[in-house]
């Protein structure tokens, strides 16, 4: 069995339980980090962050665990849509506590800017289709 340390303060109620419903799990399934990245399509530094809380394990890897260690998928995927809800998006988690407050203490998450770019240039090109196939119908068909 693994010796865990423990999850960071900062980590809410119900990604804390999603995490330590993971790691019971890979504790039962007796492997290694290494191993289980093996078998499944996550590293294993990608395991040693989804386990330790650093970051929020992808829905695919609660699944891929729940696989090797042939349990009930159902449970842990509604404690990852729990998890998910209030799981800190765009901000990395860190394990001390948290640092003082400063000027960046209003500034919004660094996932928020891409997700805000992102949407614009969706429009953008949803614009520019809409533009062109209203041009495209127009214009003369060019039969003569």
């Given at each position: 069995m693994t010796r865990w340390r423990p999850l960071p303060d900062v980590l809410p109620r119900e990604a804390r339980h999603l995490v330590e419903q993971l790691r019971a799990l890979k504790d039962r399934t007796g492997l290694s980090l290494a191993e289980l990245a093996r078998r499944t399509a996550y590293s294993k530094s990608s395991w040693q962050r989804y386990l330790s809380g650093a970051k929020q394990p992808p829905r695919g890897a609660v699944?891929?665990?729940?696989?090797?260690?042939?349990?009930?998928?159902?449970?842990?995927?509604?404690?990852?849509d729990l998890a998910d809800t209030t799981w800190p998006h765009?901000?990395?988690?860190?394990?001390?506590?948290?640092?003082?407050?400063?000027?960046?203490a209003d500034a919004p998450p660094a996932g928020a800017e891409y997700r805000r770019w992102r949407a614009a240039a969706?429009?953008?090109?949803?614009?520019?289709?809409?533009?062109?196939?209203?041009?495209?119908?127009?214009?003369?068909?060019g039969s003569g």
């Open positions: 699944q891929a665990l729940c696989r090797v260690a042939g349990a009930d998928q159902a449970r842990l995927l509604a404690l990852w765009g901000v990395p988690v860190a394990a001390g506590p948290a640092g003082p407050a400063g000027p960046l969706l429009v953008s090109f949803g614009v520019i289709v809409v533009l062109l196939a209203g041009l495209l119908w127009v214009l003369p068909s």
